[in-house]
């Protein structure tokens, strides 16, 4: 899951060397935690948090067919 993640995130960023994905095992599933460039992260987030939204999606479409539950959340 992990991976396809990294290739959404650095295909929409302009510098992908500081993409940076960590995962994070706990009760309630598995929580991703996203850093990408400061002047990257408007592209990431997209209007009014429209592609962050849809990059959530397609990971719990992801986890949804592995039986798993995942969380993304983007830090600064």
């Known amino acids: 899951m992990k991976e396809i993640l990294e290739v959404m995130i650095k295909n929409l960023v302009d510098d992908p060397e500081k ?18 460039a400061s002047e990257d992260m408007g592209k990431v987030i997209g209007r009014q948090g429209k592609m962050a939204k849809s ?3 397609v990971m719990k479409a992801v986890a949804t067919k592995e039986h798993k539950r995942v969380n993304v959340e983007f830090l600064d």
Do not use: A, H
């Open 19 to 36: 993409v940076s994905i960590s995962e994070k095992e706990n009760e309630k599933g598995t929580t991703f935690e996203v850093k990408v």
């Open 55 to 57: 990059i959530r999606s």
